[in-house]
C-alpha cells in the first residue's frame, strides 16, 4: 500500500505531516491514514508538473515513446490486476467481481491512448490567396484531475491517459474516501519511465487541496468528475483565471421499457442498471419508466429480483452487492428512502440499511413504485441502490417524462420495433443512450453529459480535444 503523496516521481509525506483516515465501508474498519496534501504540497505538485511540461525532456519526447509508456503501464497494471482489484474494493465497498472489471477498463484506457498518442493529426486548409495554411495539435499543458469515490481508478484514467497521450502533465486528486489505487498507481508511473513531473497524485480534502488546484495560477486545465453542484463551484472559481475546464456530472437517467420488449431482458437490464456498483454509478438507471400495460407484470419480477440481492462480504467471489461507500453515503441514501415514503411513494423491495457479520455500511436494493415525476426520488440523484419506477401511457408521454429532469447523462430503451427505438434515442436529450442494453462501457465510444450532466467528452477520439490547442500557421507562398 502506497500512502505518502506522489509528486515528481517521489514518494512525500504531506509538508505539515498531516493525514486523514480511509475506512473499508464493508468493515468499519481503518485501513490506513494517508497524508494530507496542504497548499504546499499542491504548489510542489504543480511545480513538478510545470517543469517537465516546459523540460526537453518531455518535449522531445516523440508521441510514439509516449505511447509506448502508456502501453507499458497497461501491461504492468494488466499483470498487477488482482493487488489493485482488491484495494479498489476495500476502500470503496464495491465487490471484487467488479473492482476487476474496473481495472482492466483502466487496462484499456490506457491501451487505448497509448496506441491513440501518435495518431494526433493537424489538417491543412484550403483558403483564399497565396498561403498555405495547416493547423497543429499541440499539449494544453498542466492539467488538473479531480476524480469520485465511484470508479476511482477508472475515472482518473479517462483523464490521465488521454492528457499523457497528448503531451500534457497531470496532477490527479483523487476522492477522500479512495486515494489508495491512485497512489499506488505511481508505482506503474515509475516503472513504465515516466520521467518526474509527468504524473502526481495529491490526496487529500475536496475544498483544501482540490479548491488549492482549482485556483493554481500554474494550472491549464481542470478535468473534473463529481456532483453538480462542486462542478459550478469550480466552473465559477475556474473562470477567474480562464482556466479551461470539461466536467463530468451527475445523472437521474431514464430505462424506458415499453409492452413490446423482450420483457426478461429488460427486467435483468433494470436491474443491472441502477444496481451495479451499488447504485454508485453516474449513468445509473434510476428512473424506470414502464409502459402501463406491462407495468405489473415488471415491478413484480423486479422486487423479487431485488429481494434476492442480497448485501455481502465484497471480497468473496459470489457476492454481487457490496458495501455504499461511507457513513455519510449510507446515511444520505436512507434519508432519500424515507423522503420517497413520505411523499406518497410505494416501497415494495428493500429500504433498508443492512450489516454483514455485523458489521459494514450496506443498504438493501431498494424499489420504489407509484413514482411521479414531482416526487424528491425521481428528482434528485441518490446515488445508492434505490429505483423509482414510473408508469406511462404510450410513447410520447414516455418521452415527456424521460425528459423531465434537469440531467441528461443516459438513458435506456427496450423495445423489439426498431423505428420506435430509434425515434425515442433521438427524442431523449442525453449523451449515451442504449438500446436494448444498458449500462456498457467501452474506452472507444465517447461518454458525457447534456443538460447538468455536464459538457465535454471523455473516452473515444472525442476525449482527445479536453487536452489539445487548435494552432493555425500561415505561411506566405510569394
Ligand atoms: P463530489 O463532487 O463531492 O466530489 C468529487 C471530487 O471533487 C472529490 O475528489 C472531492 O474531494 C472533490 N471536491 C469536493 N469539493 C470540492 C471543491 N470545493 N473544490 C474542488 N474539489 C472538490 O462528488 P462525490 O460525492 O465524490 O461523488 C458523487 C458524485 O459524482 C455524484 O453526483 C455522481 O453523479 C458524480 N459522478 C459523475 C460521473 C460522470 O462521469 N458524470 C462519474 C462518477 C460520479
Ligand atoms: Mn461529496
Not at 66 to 73: E, H, I, P, T, V
Request: proline share 4%.
Amino acid at each position: 500500500m502506497r500512502t505518502d503523496l506522489f509528486i515528481n516521481n517521489e514518494w512525500r509525506n504531506a509538508s505539515d505531516g498531516g493525514t486523514f483516515p480511509v475506512t473499508n465501508p464493508a468493515t468499519e474498519e481503518v485501513l490506513c491514514e494517508v497524508a494530507k496534501a496542504t497548499d504546499t504540497d499542491v504548489d510542489a505538485a504543480v511545480q513538478a508538473a510545470r517543469a517537465c511540461f516546459d523540460s526537453k525532456e518531455w518535449k522531445r519526447l516523440s508521441a510514439r515513446r509516449r505511447g509506448a509508456m502508456l502501453l507499458k503501464a497497461g501491461d504492468l497494471l494488466e499483470a498487477r490486476m488482482k493487488e489493485f482489484a482488491k484495494l479498489e474494493s476495500q476502500h470503496n465497498g464495491k465487490t471484487f467481481f467488479e473492482a476487476k472489471i474496473e481495472i482492466s477498463m483502466t487496462v484499456s484506457s490506457l491501451r487505448y491512448y497509448g496506441g491513440l498518442a501518435d495518431k494526433i493529426e493537424g489538417k491543412t486548409v484550403p483558403v483564399e490567396g497565396p498561403f498555405l495554411v495547416y493547423t497543429r495539435r499541440e499539449p494544453l499543458g498542466v492539467v488538473g484531475a479531480i476524480v469520485p469515490w465511484n470508479f476511482p481508478l477508472n475515472l482518473a484514467s479517462w483523464k490521465f491517459a488521454p492528457a499523457l497521450a497528448a503531451g500534457c502533465t497531470i496532477v490527479l486528486k483523487p476522492a477522500t474516501e479512495t486515494p489508495l489505487t491512485a497512489l499506488l498507481f505511481g508505482e506503474v508511473i515509475q516503472e513504465a519511465g515516466f520521467p518526474p513531473g509527468a504524473f502526481n497524485v495529491i490526496s487529500g480534502g475536496g475544498s483544501t487541496a482540490g479548491m488549492s488546484l482549482v485556483k493554481h495560477p500554474g494550472v491549464d486545465k481542470i478535468a473534473f468528475t463529481g456532483s453538480t453542484e462542486v462542478g459550478r463551484v469550480i466552473m465559477k472559481e475556474a473562470a477567474k483565471s480562464n482556466k479551461r475546464i470539461s466536467l463530468e456530472l451527475g445523472g437521474k437517467s431514464p430505462n424506458v421499457i415499453f409492452a413490446d420488449a423482450d420483457i426478461e431482458s429488460a427486467i435483468r437490464g433494470a436491474q443491472t442498471g441502477i444496481f451495479y456498483g451499488k447504485g454508485e454509478v453516474c449513468a445509473a438507471g434510476s428512473r424506470l419508466l414502464v409502459e402501463k400495460s406491462v407495468h405489473d407484470q415488471v415491478v413484480e419480477q423486479l422486487a423479487a429480483r431485488a429481494a434476492k440481492l442480497t448485501p455481502g462480504d465484497p471480497l468473496a467471489k459470489e457476492t454481487r452487492m457490496g458495501a455504499v461507500v461511507s457513513q455519510s453515503q449510507q446515511e444520505s441514501v436512507m434519508s432519500y428512502v424515507a423522503r420517497g415514503v413520505e411523499e406518497g411513494a410505494k416501497l415494495v423491495a428493500g429500504g433498508k440499511r443492512a450489516q454483514v457479520d455485523g458489521k459494514g455500511y450496506f443498504v438493501e436494493a431498494t424499489v420504489f413504485d407509484n413514482v411521479t415525476s414531482d416526487m424528491t426520488i425521481a428528482r434528485e440523484e441518490i446515488f445508492g441502490p434505490v429505483l423509482s419506477v414510473l408508469a406511462f401511457d404510450d410513447f410520447d408521454h414516455a418521452a415527456q417524462i424521460a425528459n423531465e429532469t434537469v440531467y441528461g447523462l443516459a438513458a435506456g430503451i427496450w423495445t423489439r420495433d426498431i423505428g420506435k427505438a430509434h425515434r425515442l434515442a433521438q427524442e431523449i436529450q442525453a449523451g449515451t443512450v442504449w438500446i436494448n442494453a444498458y449500462n456498457y462501457y467501452d474506452t472507444a465510444a465517447p461518454f458525457g453529459g447534456f443538460k447538468a450532466s455536464g459538457f465535454g467528452r471523455e473516452l473515444g477520439s472525442e476525449a482527445m480535444d479536453a487536452y489539445l490547442e487548435t494552432k493555425t500557421v500561415w505561411v506566405n507562398l510569394v
